[in-house]
């Protein structure tokens, strides 16, 4: 057996890989319009929701006023307090506005307006919903067992609670921007209601500010009234306890100290005189006596710091002669020698200045000694003065602690009571001031339009939403979408030639025509059957519509079998699927018309021996077939059978239940006798084998096939499923010929492919799949 393994997969090209561009701006584009239909389906369905929820909605009216927290409101009333940091002013909005929520609010505004008698407050308009919410509540209220009887008073005091509550649902308190306004807010569905509402709500917030005020400075009042008394009784005890203990113990003071003290205080001053005295003169003597101990000729070296300190103009004068003198004599022994007679009466003068200089300081000295004689005996005396005064007071050192601790007492009860003394004159002044440190700065007044629903809003939001639904829903079947679409995913997922697309094709109807689907311009079969014909239909479109995608599909898997068995004269070419229903028979059959149809004697066995889905499209049931001829129970000539229209030859097989070994069967000497004595009578044989997913017939066939057209349904196959069934099929794959997708929906098939795809432009190759006939009727496609 003339036998060729071909590796086509290993020669092609494989596309840019695409992996490192971070958005695909084109594949979105795509994905939204491919996936457009259920964008919009969701979007519909979400704009289909708020148009019910619109009407059956009950419209709501809000009315609004906006209060302003004002301190400078009581500014002429109340002394200046210090500005406040904005966490302490934040904190004063705060607690306004947890007031306007308050039951107690609340509660004062039904009282006000008399709401726990208020229908339309009580039992207002209810929504859908809300009658299924409230009938679910009855019966279970109907159901549950029921307690005593409630009086009247009990009713009155629960329809009160309940309108209290129904209001601090209904109000919306809300602080505006960072100023110190409040926007207070109620909704109803009365219009009139709501206005009244909110203008009862600041009023009972401004009465509220005004009642606080005065109920504290009233409490405040009285209590201070009481400590005032208390501390006035107890400051008064305390000055006379003072006084009393002055006169026991003679403690008597003068500009508010004691005598003793004042005593002490001045001697202490006088000593401390004294004792700066007697230093500076013993510093003076100490001076002078060292320098008189000196003797007279140092004395006269060192007799210009005793001048200079005792301002002595005596001394000033001789140190003078001295110093002219002793000058004069340096000159004459210079000029003249020691022994001249003016140098000797010189050096004689100066004798005497030295001794008259020292009896000088020797008179200072004496004067000095008795000066610091003097302070010292001063400054004794007043030693012993402190220490008689300071042991007199000594004894009065305890009633002194004493006095000082009943003064301060007496001191603090009298600033307490001063100090209270003033709060309570400033309370007094404060419980009769009726300002509020609140104003209302906008009105309430009557809706003139619902709030809620809002319509555009409302519309808007499911527009968003029916977007958002739509994204994930399109996010979720691109995630699903695992399937062969377009020529890209072939060769990227197996790495094999794509051949082309065949459009879906119908099944035949009883009346013996073809469904037609508005899908492709492509496939249009004749109106009438030919009456001669072995096959149905649906396996000549080919011959019907030669000038389509499906017959241009078949063609170019011819071109590639004939060019890559060139030269040989006999071909064996296998048509596989990876899983049942995905056409290959219809592929098979509609391929070996076109190569009957071109004049090669063509030989189509449909070697599916569990499933012979091409036998079953025949219009005369055959009598004997594959089976027999294989096993040897007839020639296999006179099995075949003989379309009259194209001259194909069909080896068609019998359904046999009792056939179990269908692989063994197609792999035995039999069959490969059959297959060696058709190789010489026909240029082509198509065998139409089993699925390579159920069943392993065509693995056993394999070794005498030349090539296999892999047949896959468009957007209904598993990628994975092909790819694993390929990959563990070395010897099918590296046979295949090219991949066919087949039942293409063509009018779909230009959205899965990013723009600059072929698949996109199809529609401008119209004119090359028609007829003049057929271009002009609107192209249709015949579907199932």
Same mark, same amino acid.
């Given at each position: 057996?003339?036998?060729?393994?071909?590796?086509?997969?290993?020669?092609?090209?494989?596309?840019?890989?695409?992996?490192?561009?971070?958005?695909?701006?084109?594949?979105?584009?795509?994905?939204?319009?491919?996936?457009?239909?259920?964008?919009?389906?969701?979007?519909?369905?979400?704009?289909?929701?708020?148009?019910?929820? =619109? =009407?059956?909605?009950?419209?709501?009216? +809000?009315?609004?006023? $906006?209060?302003?927290?004002?301190?400078?409101?009581?500014?002429?009333?109340?002394?200046?307090?210090?500005?406040?940091?904005?966490?302490?002013?934040?904190?004063?909005?705060?607690?306004?506005?947890?007031?306007?929520?308050?039951?107690?609010?609340?509660?004062?505004?039904?009282?006000?307006?008399?709401?726990?008698?208020?229908?339309?407050?009580?039992?207002?308009?209810?929504?859908?919903?809300?009658?299924?919410?409230?009938?679910?509540?009855?019966?279970?209220?109907?159901?549950?067992?029921?307690?005593?009887?409630?009086?009247?008073?009990?009713?009155?005091?629960?329809?009160?609670?309940?309108?209290?509550?129904?209001? @601090?649902?209904?109000?919306?308190?809300?602080?505006?921007?960072?100023?110190?306004?409040?926007?207070?807010?109620?909704?109803?569905?009365?219009?009139?209601?709501?206005?009244?509402?909110?203008?009862?709500?600041?009023?009972?917030?401004?009465?509220?500010?005004?009642?606080?005020?005065?109920?504290? +400075?009233?409490?405040?009042?009285? !209590?201070?009234?009481?400590?005032?008394?208390?501390?006035?009784?107890?400051?008064?005890?305390?000055?006379?306890?003072?006084?009393?203990?002055?006169?026991?113990?003679?403690? +008597?003071?003068?500009?508010?100290?004691?005598?003793?003290?004042?005593?002490?205080?001045?001697?202490?001053?006088?000593?401390?005189?004294?004792?700066?005295?007697?230093?500076?003169?013993?510093?003076?003597?100490?001076?002078?006596?060292?320098?008189?101990?000196?003797?007279? #000729?140092?004395?006269?070296?060192?007799?210009?710091?005793?001048?200079? $300190?005792?301002?002595?103009?005596?001394?000033?004068?001789?140190?003078?002669?001295?110093?002219?003198?002793?000058?004069?004599?340096?000159?004459?022994?210079?000029?003249?020698?020691?022994?001249?007679?003016?140098?000797?009466?010189?050096?004689?003068?100066?004798?005497?200045?030295?001794?008259?200089?020292?009896?000088?300081?020797?008179?200072?000295?004496?004067?000095?000694?008795?000066?610091?004689?003097?302070?010292?005996?001063?400054?004794?005396?007043?030693?012993?003065?402190?220490?008689?005064?300071?042991?007199?007071?000594?004894?009065?050192?305890?009633?002194?602690?004493?006095?000082?601790?009943?003064? $301060?007492?007496?001191?603090?009860?009298?600033?307490?009571?001063?100090?209270?003394?003033?709060?309570? #004159?400033?309370?007094?002044?404060?419980?009769?001031?009726?300002?509020?440190?609140?104003?209302?700065?906008?009105?309430?007044?009557?809706? /003139?339009?619902?709030?809620?629903?809002?319509?555009?809003?409302?519309?808007?939001?499911?527009?968003?939403?029916?977007?958002?639904?739509?994204?994930?829903?399109?996010?979720?079947?691109?995630?699903?979408?695992?399937?062969?679409?377009?020529?890209?995913?072939?060769?990227?997922?197996?790495?094999?030639?794509?051949?082309?697309?065949?459009?879906?094709?119908?099944?035949?109807?009883?009346? *013996?025509?073809?469904?037609?689907?508005?899908?492709?311009?492509?496939?249009?079969?004749?109106?009438?059957?030919?009456?001669?014909?072995?096959?149905?239909?649906?396996?000549?479109?080919?011959?019907?519509?030669?000038?389509?995608?499906?017959?241009?599909?078949?063609?170019?898997?011819?071109?590639?079998?004939? /060019?890559?068995? @060139?030269?040989?004269?006999?071909?064996?070419?296998?048509?596989?699927?990876?899983?049942?229903?995905?056409?290959?028979?219809?592929?098979?059959?509609?391929?070996?018309?076109? =190569?009957?149809?071109?004049?090669?004697? +063509?030989?189509?066995?449909?070697?599916?021996?569990?499933?012979?889905?091409?036998?079953?499209?025949?219009?005369?049931?055959?009598?004997?077939?594959?089976?027999?001829?294989?096993?040897?129970?007839?020639? !296999?000539?006179?099995?075949?059978?003989?379309?009259?229209?194209?001259?194909?030859?069909?080896?068609?097989?019998?359904?046999?239940?009792?056939?179990?070994?269908?692989?063994?069967?197609?792999?035995?000497? *039999?069959?490969?006798?059959?297959?060696?004595?058709?190789?010489?009578?026909?240029?082509?044989?198509?065998?139409?084998?089993?699925?390579?997913?159920?069943?392993?017939?065509?693995?056993?066939?394999?070794?005498? /096939?030349?090539?296999?057209?892999?047949?896959?349904? !468009?957007?209904?196959?598993?990628?994975?499923?092909?790819?694993?069934?390929?990959?563990?099929?070395?010897?099918?794959?590296?046979?295949?010929?090219?991949?066919?997708?087949?039942?293409?929906?063509?009018? #779909?098939?230009?959205?899965?492919?990013?723009?600059?795809?072929?698949?996109?432009?199809?529609?401008?190759?119209?004119?090359?799949?028609?007829?003049?006939?057929?271009?002009?009727? #609107?192209?249709?496609?015949?579907?199932?």
């Amino acid at each position: 057996m003339n036998q060729r393994n071909l590796t086509l997969h290993s020669t092609l090209p494989k596309g840019a890989d695409d992996s490192d561009s971070f958005i695909d701006i084109d594949r979105l584009i795509a994905i939204l319009i491919r996936r457009a239909g259920s964008i919009a389906l969701c979007v519909a369905a979400t704009v289909t929701l708020a148009v019910i929820y =619109l =009407l059956f909605a009950t419209a709501q009216y +809000t009315s609004m006023t $906006q209060i302003l927290l004002d301190d400078n409101m009581a500014k002429y009333a109340q002394d200046a307090t210090p500005v406040a940091s904005s966490q302490q002013v934040d904190m004063e909005i705060a607690s306004a506005v947890e007031i306007l929520k308050s039951n107690q609010l609340a509660l004062r505004v039904v009282d006000a307006e008399k709401l726990q008698d208020n229908d339309t407050l009580l039992d207002p308009p209810k929504s859908p919903a809300a009658l299924i919410k409230s009938g679910i509540k009855l019966v279970v209220s109907a159901l549950a067992p029921g307690g005593p009887p409630a009086t009247e008073a009990d009713e009155r005091n629960a329809r009160r609670q309940k309108a209290a509550a129904l209001l @601090q649902d209904a109000v919306t308190v809300s602080r505006v921007n960072r100023s110190s306004v409040l926007a207070v807010s109620f909704r109803s569905t009365d219009k009139l209601l709501a206005a009244r509402i909110t203008k009862a709500y600041a009023n009972a917030y401004l009465n509220d500010q005004l009642n606080a005020n005065f109920d504290a +400075t009233e409490s405040a009042s009285v !209590w201070l009234q009481q400590r005032l008394s208390d501390l006035r009784e107890r400051s008064q005890q305390a000055a006379l306890d003072v006084a009393k203990f002055k006169a026991e113990n003679g403690l +008597t003071s003068a500009n508010g100290e004691l005598m003793s003290e004042q005593q002490l205080a001045d001697l202490n001053k006088q000593l401390i005189v004294a004792q700066a005295d007697s230093a500076s003169a013993s510093a003076r003597y100490n001076q002078f006596k060292s320098i008189i101990d000196l003797g007279p #000729e140092s004395a006269v070296n060192n007799a210009a710091i005793s001048s200079g $300190q005792a301002d002595n103009t005596v001394i000033k004068d001789l140190r003078t002669r001295y110093a002219a003198v002793n000058k004069r004599e340096q000159e004459v022994t210079t000029n003249f020698g020691e022994d001249h007679p003016q140098a000797v009466a010189l050096r004689a003068e100066k004798q005497d200045l030295t001794r008259q200089i020292y009896q000088e300081l020797q008179q200072l000295t004496a004067s000095y000694r008795n000066e610091f004689e003097v302070t010292r005996s001063r400054e004794a005396s007043l030693r012993q003065n402190i220490e008689h005064l300071t042991g007199k007071n000594s004894e009065a050192d305890r009633s002194i602690v004493q006095l000082s601790d009943l003064e $301060q007492r007496a001191a603090a009860l009298k600033t307490l009571y001063e100090s209270y003394l003033g709060k309570y #004159e400033e309370a007094s002044q404060q419980q009769s001031f009726p300002i509020a440190k609140a104003r209302v700065i906008s009105e309430a007044g009557v809706p /003139v339009s619902p709030s809620s629903p809002k319509k555009t809003m409302t519309l808007g939001l499911a527009i968003v939403l029916g977007l958002m639904a739509g994204g994930a829903l399109t996010a979720f079947q691109e995630f699903r979408e695992r399937f062969f679409r377009v020529e890209g995913d072939v060769r990227t997922m197996l790495g094999l030639k794509f051949l082309g697309y065949l459009p879906r094709i119908g099944k035949p109807t009883r009346d *013996g025509t073809i469904f037609r689907q508005r899908t492709s311009p492509s496939v249009e079969p004749a109106e009438a059957a030919d009456s001669d014909a072995t096959f149905e239909r649906i396996m000549r479109v080919v011959l019907e519509a030669p000038r389509s995608i499906f017959a241009e599909t078949l063609r170019n898997a011819k071109l590639a079998s004939d /060019v890559m068995f @060139q030269g040989k004269s006999d071909r064996v070419i296998g048509v596989v699927s990876a899983m049942p229903g995905e056409g290959k028979s219809t592929t098979a059959a509609n391929f070996a018309a076109l =190569l009957a149809s071109s004049g090669k004697r +063509t030989l189509l066995i449909d070697a599916d021996l569990r499933n012979p889905g091409l036998t079953r499209m025949l219009k005369n049931p055959p009598q004997q077939g594959l089976v027999e001829a294989v096993l040897g129970e007839v020639p !296999w000539a006179s099995a075949v059978k003989i379309d009259p229209r194209t001259k194909l030859a069909i080896l068609p097989v019998l359904p046999n239940d009792h056939l179990m070994h269908t692989s063994e069967l197609l792999a035995s000497q *039999g069959m490969f006798n059959l297959m060696e004595n058709a190789r010489k009578m026909f240029d082509y044989i198509v065998v139409d084998l089993a699925p390579l997913g159920p069943v392993i017939d065509a693995k056993a066939f394999a070794p005498q /096939v030349d090539g296999f057209l892999f047949v896959t349904e !468009w957007g209904s196959t598993p990628t994975s499923v092909v790819r694993d069934l390929l990959n563990a099929e070395p010897q099918i794959k590296s046979k295949i010929l090219g991949v066919i997708l087949n039942k293409t929906d063509m009018t #779909e098939l230009g959205k899965f492919t990013n723009f600059g795809g072929t698949e996109r432009y199809r529609h401008k190759y119209v004119s090359y799949y028609t007829d003049e006939k057929s271009k002009k009727r #609107e192209p249709a496609e015949a579907g199932a």
